[in-house]
């Protein structure tokens, strides 16, 4: 079954906020290339997308048209380009479902962390190398028995002549097993009773370097995008300390509003949302409630780029927009059982079939990844009781 791109387009092409010169053009460039790699290489649209379907190959694409770093600075291999039209970029490849996952954290939150703290020498090395596609990056913050309690790991990291040597567990790391580097949040002293948040720095490592074990975490899917990463006195240079010792919690809830506001907060069902569009052929009350919520997130998500553009802090806009889009993604999925219920299929040849299977089997994951929906209201709440 062959996906037409139309109904997305046309819920795409009218943003809810003023557009930016060259956006439309952009955003039918976009299309062309993605209807062109679908005819020549046959990718089928995914849910979760940026999680689930790695293709190298697919990135190594996107970088030669400039796509990947797209806002940096042209020194270091980006296209100077504004925050929006990443965003329009970002949209039209969460909306067709394409395999974007190999590169994304490291276009997505890393490539802005090097160029707020990295050395140049650190800039010099990574960022060229990431948006020509050539290198990817894992984020390690979780740890095995620590939850959803960040502030609870355990790795730790000890100064020795010329470095740093780094032990423990990094899990629910996604596509560590394909990616270069990790950027690792550890603890480099102790934490004080009542100051847990204090005492932690990040690592750029090298995951092909000795004593560094990937092992492959299997989902109920089948599908392998998780790891476990056991770092067995891995030996860091003095030069892979990133920002300053000690300020690794300030530094990681910095980075967690580019995690958190993006467009894939509330558009990783966005393939099933238009597949059920197509399904049902007319209008139906509930799909419009549906795209009128997208155009509301698109919209604040926009807002919290343009914050980023302007270096400011947005953190309770990208808490919001992280706590309603997962509850938006799992809105789609319920209305999709509803309107055109099917038994789920993950290796189903019917593309809606296949979709809703994926959405359904992700789902649990909306409300977890990038801090569990509680954990985001206490930060909107802190913001107004401080008011």
Not at 5 to 15: A, F, I, M, W, Y
Not at 51 to 69: D, H, N, Q, V
Request: hydrophobic letters at 40%.
């Amino acid at each position: 079954m062959t996906m037409s791109t139309r109904p997305v387009g046309e819920t795409l092409d009218h943003p809810s906020s003023s557009k930016g010169p060259g956006e439309s053009e952009l955003r039918a460039d976009v299309r062309a290339f993605l209807a062109h790699r679908r005819d020549r290489h046959g990718f089928r649209p995914h849910c979760d997308s940026w999680m689930t379907s790695p293709s190298p190959e697919f990135s190594r694409a996107l970088a030669e048209r400039g796509w990947i770093g797209m806002t940096w600075p042209e020194e270091y291999g980006g296209r100077g380009r504004p925050e929006r039209e990443r965003l329009v970029v970002i949209e039209e490849l969460l909306a067709a479902g394409a395999p974007v996952a190999a590169h994304w954290f490291a276009d997505r939150q890393v490539g802005p962390a090097l160029l707020k703290l990295g050395t140049p020498a650190q800039r010099r090395l990574h960022l060229p190398a990431i948006a020509r596609g050539e290198r990817f990056f894992a984020i390690g913050m979780s740890e095995p028995d620590t939850g959803s309690d960040l502030a609870s790991i355990r790795t730790r990291a000890r100064r020795v002549t010329g470095g740093w040597t780094l032990r423990g567990t990094k899990i629910w790391t996604s596509h560590a097993h394909l990616a270069h580097y990790m950027i690792a949040l550890v603890r480099t002293s102790p934490p004080d009773s009542g100051r847990r948040h204090e005492g932690m720095s990040q690592f750029i490592v090298d995951l092909s370097a000795p004593g560094v074990t990937v092992r492959p975490i299997v989902t109920l899917d089948g599908a392998h995008h998780f790891n476990e990463v056991v770092l067995d006195d891995v030996a860091i240079p003095d030069d892979g300390l990133l920002g300053r010792e000690g300020e690794g919690w300030a530094q990681v809830m910095a980075e967690l509003a580019y995690e958190r506001s993006g467009p894939e907060r509330f558009m990783s069902t966005a393939p099933l949302l238009f597949a059920l569009a197509r399904r049902v052929g007319v209008p139906h009350p509930a799909l419009g409630e549906l795209l009128a919520e997208l155009r509301t997130l698109r919209r604040l998500s926009r807002e919290v780029a343009d914050s980023l553009e302007r270096g400011e802090p947005p953190s309770v806009r990208a808490a919001l927009v992280k706590d309603l889009g997962s509850r938006f993604e799992g809105r789609v999925v319920s209305t999709a059982r509803a309107l055109a219920p099917v038994e789920p299929d993950a290796g189903s040849e019917d593309d809606y079939t296949r979709l809703l299977a994926e959405a359904v089997l992700h789902a649990p994951d909306a409300t977890l990844r990038g801090g569990t929906n509680e954990i985001l209201r206490g930060i909107v709440g802190r913001e107004l009781v401080s008011r």
